[in-house]
């Protein structure tokens, strides 16, 4: 045959050879996923069919003939079996390590997150509670719960001391708000924490007080973390420990991959390395410790990269407190606060003008990014001039200052925000939880459809994050996604329907979003080439299911970077609480308990 005619055969094959293999993947992956919805949070391509993964990153996106190029003999394949397959939750803002604290006591919880009703049931709880853990609670004398919310009791008040000397008057009992903010101790309590009728009240804090003038077992703000702080820095190595495994694996139940522990302390943030250490620290977690107390550990510890999952984010900080329990600093009077308030009574502050402004120029100096509770409109007040000063002191660090809450915000102050170029981290469970409360009492029925304004934020076109504040509430997702789309109170009544945005928005504040507002957008949030194959798999499609059954749906499964760290072993009966140390390892429950008996000791010693 003539020698160019083979020439020209051996091209023609060649050529062929090519075409057939064009776009044969020259890498395989070790996990392809596919068999139902892949949500990708994506613009550019928002829908797929499958997900190819090497090395816990992402190698392909896109249809199952485009991703099946990746697939090798040696390749995982995971059936989806209908289900919908999401990018990971980040968390906008939590307690990590404090979650702990929600695994480990009573739940003094309502309805539908507990069975707390009045104060009957709540004396009852702990009862039962003190008795199924009655050796830890005999060697370490301390009863203590959380969760309990004054108005969701049918009583609508704080229990008092008196109440509490029911369950006990010889053991100190302790129990604390769902907010976080304010705590109710027995007499024992408050005897070992040196608190009676001579004692004043710290800066940015109240005690409450009865008739007479004695403590009525009460504690706000800094009064009460006078107590509490000392007793979590105090649990010891081994309690602080067992604190950050349950309240990790509590996220990822709930389909969280990256955590956040805001205001922690060095304590707190050197747990969790030991937790991630013992490889029992099932997802990231960035931490915030309080800039008032932890200059020089942040300042040491400041980075941008995770070792072992963990990683120190910035500065937190916090102005004011709970807007349900009356304690956030408002511009106006509240509405028609329950309690025992003066006239013309608007909340307070926790901290000073001075010390504000100290720690924003302290963080804007150095860069570092700082997140700021700041709940009422007073108070973001405080917060837009802090912010202003340091940004004509210093410029644009680009550290992505956040304001977290903003529950009780003026339109103004939203623009203001954005001028600043402040990220909002807002907190819409508050209108399904305290809805109803808002209306009636805190802020009244007119202003009370514009808490959580996410609706203001989208008008500007700004991204924002949602979040649970765990353990205020569960970090319940799908409780996160439908209050943010439905805005549905415990009554039924939609609160503000202006401030509804659909359900992609919504799930992009639970992704890309807070992605972005950690500096992590360009490994997490969305599911794209060469980000972390961090997933959630959901029982249904959040998109096409009725709006209003969004809550319903189940976490099944959570991955971090390919591997399943969380699964549901039963999709009709799913236990998210099944991490309580107490109910199967009686040191660690011991230690825990030992360690709050002895910190209240150093309270009345101090």
């Not at 747990?271 to 800039?291: E, M, N």
């Not at 407190?321 to 106006?332: N, V």
């Amino acid at each position: 045959m003539n020698k160019h005619i083979i020439l020209v055969i051996s091209f023609l094959l060649l050529i062929t050879s090519c075409s057939e293999n064009r776009g044969k993947a020259s890498v395989s992956a070790q996990t392809i996923y596919s068999g139902g919805t892949i949500l990708t949070m994506n613009d550019d391509q928002p829908i797929a069919e499958a997900v190819a993964v090497k090395n816990g990153r992402i190698l392909a996106v896109g249809s199952m003939a485009d991703v099946s190029d990746y697939k090798s003999a040696n390749t995982k394949e995971v059936d989806l079996e209908g289900r919908t397959l999401i990018p990971g939750f980040v968390d906008s803002h939590g307690h990590v390590v404090f979650g702990g604290l929600q695994a480990l006591s009573a739940n003094l919880l309502s309805p539908p997150d507990g069975e707390v009703a009045d104060i009957a049931s709540l004396q009852n709880t702990l009862k039962k509670w003190a008795e199924d853990n009655g050796d830890a609670v005999t060697a370490s004398k301390m009863i203590i719960g959380f969760g309990y919310d004054n108005a969701q009791l049918k009583e609508v008040r704080h229990p008092t001391r008196d109440e509490l000397d029911k369950v006990s008057k010889e053991i100190p009992v302790l129990i604390v708000h769902q907010s976080g903010h304010i705590g109710v101790a027995n007499s024992k309590a408050l005897e070992l924490a040196g608190i009676n009728k001579s004692s004043k009240a710290p800066p940015g804090g109240v005690i409450q007080r009865d008739e007479n003038g004695e403590p009525n077992g009460v504690l706000e703000e800094y009064a009460f973390f006078s107590v509490l702080a000392p007793l979590l820095s105090q649990l010891g190595e081994e309690g602080l420990v067992a604190f950050a495994e349950a309240g990790s694996k509590m996220w990822a139940s709930f389909g969280y991959t990256t955590g956040q522990d805001g205001r922690s302390s060095g304590g707190s943030v050197e747990a969790l390395k030991k937790v991630s250490a013992i490889g029992k620290l099932p997802i990231d977690v960035v931490a915030f410790p309080d800039v008032l107390e932890s200059r020089d550990y942040i300042e040491a510890n400041m980075s941008q990269d995770y070792v072992n999952k963990v990683r120190v984010g910035g500065c937190k900080l916090t102005i004011d407190g709970s807007p349900q329990g009356f304690t956030a600093l408002r511009d106006r009077p509240y509405y028609d606060p329950v309690g025992d308030y003066p006239e013309g009574y608007k909340g307070y502050s926790a901290i000073t003008e001075e010390q504000l402004q100290d720690a924003v120029n302290w963080c804007f100096e150095r860069g570092f990014q700082i997140i700021v509770h700041s709940n009422g409109e007073g108070a973001s007040d405080m917060l837009i001039a802090a912010f202003k000063s340091a940004q004509e002191k210093y410029g644009d660090p680009g550290n992505r200052p956040v304001l977290v809450h903003g529950q009780f915000q003026r339109e103004d102050q939203v623009d203001s925000f954005m001028k600043l170029g402040v990220f909002q981290s807002v907190f819409p469970m508050h209108t399904f939880y305290w809805g109803d409360w808002h209306r009636e009492h805190t802020v009244g029925p007119e202003n009370a459809e514009n808490i959580s304004p996410t609706g203001w934020i989208r008008e500007r076109g700004l991204m924002f994050g949602t979040h649970h504040d765990a353990p205020v509430a569960f970090p319940n997702s799908m409780r996160v996604l439908s209050a943010t789309v439905n805005r549905v109170t415990r009554s039924g009544y939609v609160l503000g329907p202006e401030q509804r945005v659909d359900v992609t928005t919504a799930l992009k504040a639970m992704t890309i979003w807070p992605a972005w507002q950690h500096f992590e957008e360009e490994d997490k949030g969305s599911i794209e080439v060469g980000k972390l194959a961090d997933f959630v798999v959901l029982s249904d499609d959040p998109t096409a299911v009725k709006p209003e059954t969004l809550a319903e749906l189940k976490v099944l499964k959570t991955i971090k970077e390919d591997m399943v760290v969380y699964q549901a072993d039963n999709e009709e009966n799913i236990t998210y609480m099944d991490f309580s140390p107490f109910s199967s390892d009686p040191v660690v429950a011991h230690h825990f308990l030992h360690a709050l008996d002895d910190a209240l000791s150093t309270v009345k010693n101090e």
